[in-house]
Each structure stands twice: as structure tokens, then as C-alpha cells.
């Protein structure tokens, strides 16, 4: 296993257009969380599986965005009608139930255009 | 509501220690974090502290922790240039997710 997998690393789509990203945890994690993060800033919560239930959303996921783990595996987050101000660093991170480490993967880059 | 905050940036000569420092809010965190993160990647679990300790040691860095003023620090001794990133200090809350501060930029001058 060689960590949190996340794809695609980039992504430039016009205003406008939907994308989806995806995430693959660390085999036999639980827990997967997504976060955004702007220049400057640290990664700010977006939302959290444990398994295939999605425990919390943070205010910050607009009705535009969606989170799913349908199998308790990977996952997908997608936007709909992505804004200039969707332009980020999107993360996946994962960790167990019985350990306090968290994971993450290299992110994936959106620019929106 | 739960805040992390760090210093922005630190600039210390290849060889010299340096010391990264956070205060956060939320006194019921059990645990908090160091997150290094170099340019265009990902965060990378640097180390990690238990509430009830006050110190942890792993290679060439030392957490401690002070509970009582709620402030946490990253010494790195011996400091590389390959140490030049962004460090992250976060707490974990009550839902299991980290709330991270913005970041201090090291700079490692040769």
C-alpha cells in the first residue's frame, strides 16, 4: 500500500463546467476526510466518512458540492457549476478508528477558468 | 470556536535548531499535530502529541506541549535545507477532524 491515492493531480475546467475528483485511503482505513486549501491558508474541513456514512459537512460545502463512499473504499467529490472561487487544493485524508494518525494524499490542484 | 494560530515565518541558518510555535483553543483536544508540507504536495504527518504528555522526542524533533497556556512547539535540531517547507500545527476536535493553523514558512539558509 503505498498511501492516500488522489486523482487527477490537476484539473483546469472552465466556469461553469462540473468535475469530480477521486480518493483512494489507506487500505482498511475507516475514516476519510476531505479538506480545501486556498494559497496561504491551511486545509480547512470540507466533510467526513466513517465507512460509507458521511458523519459531517462542513458550512463550507455548498449545495454545489457532493461527497460519496459508496462502498466504504474510495471516494468522489464532486462540483457542479464550479466558480472562479472553487479554485483550490482539494485533499483526501484517512486514518483508523483506533489510531489518532491521519494521511494524506498529494491533492488535487483545481483551477477554475 | 476552535483556532490555531501560528507565526508566519522563520528563517534560521543550515545547522542552527529551529523552533516553530502554535496556540490553539480547544482544551479538549487529545491530540495535536505537526503537518510538513512542501511546495505543490501534500501534507506529510511530521508527529504527533497526546494531551497528557508534555514532551515528545522522535530523531531530530522535539514536540512540547503546554497545556496550561494552550501552546504547542516543533523544535528541529540540527536543521537541513531539506527542512525548507510549510509547517502545519493542528488539533483534532470532538468529530475527529483537524482544525489547522496557517502555516509558518521555513526557510533554511545554507
Request: with cysteine; net charge neutral; hydrophobic share 30%.
Amino acid at each position: 500500500d503505498t498511501g492516500v491515492s488522489q486523482d487527477p493531480r490537476h484539473k483546469i475546467t472552465k466556469r461553469g463546467q462540473n468535475v469530480t475528483f477521486r480518493c483512494d485511503p489507506i487500505s482498511e482505513h475507516n475514516r476519510l476526510y476531505w479538506y480545501r486549501q486556498t494559497l496561504g491558508q491551511g486545509p480547512e474541513f470540507l466533510t467526513y466518512f466513517q465507512n460509507e456514512a458521511q458523519l459531517e459537512k462542513s458550512r463550507l460545502l455548498s449545495d454545489r458540492f457532493s461527497a460519496e463512499r459508496p462502498k466504504g473504499s474510495f471516494s468522489t467529490l464532486e462540483i457542479q457549476r464550479t466558480e472562479q472561487g472553487d479554485s483550490a487544493m482539494y485533499l483526501c485524508a484517512s486514518s483508523t478508528r483506533q489510531g489518532p494518525e491521519a494521511f494524506f494524499g498529494q491533492g488535487t490542484r483545481l483551477t477554475v477558468v | 470556536g476552535e483556532d490555531v494560530e501560528q507565526s508566519l515565518f522563520l528563517s534560521v541558518r543550515e545547522g542552527d535548531s529551529s523552533v516553530i510555535n502554535c496556540t490553539y483553543t480547544d482544551s479538549s483536544s487529545t491530540y495535536l499535530y505537526w503537518y510538513k508540507q512542501e511546495p505543490g504536495a501534500g501534507l506529510q504527518l511530521l508527529t504527533y502529541i497526546f494531551s497528557n504528555m508534555d514532551m515528545k522526542q522522535d530523531q531530530r524533533l522535539t514536540v512540547l506541549l503546554n497545556k496550561k497556556d494552550k501552546h504547542l512547539s516543533l523544535r528541529i535540531a540540527d536543521t537541513q535545507t531539506g527542512d525548507s517547507a510549510i509547517y502545519f500545527c493542528a488539533e483534532i476536535d470532538s468529530s475527529y477532524k483537524l482544525i489547522f493553523g496557517s502555516g509558518t514558512r521555513l526557510l533554511v539558509r545554507p
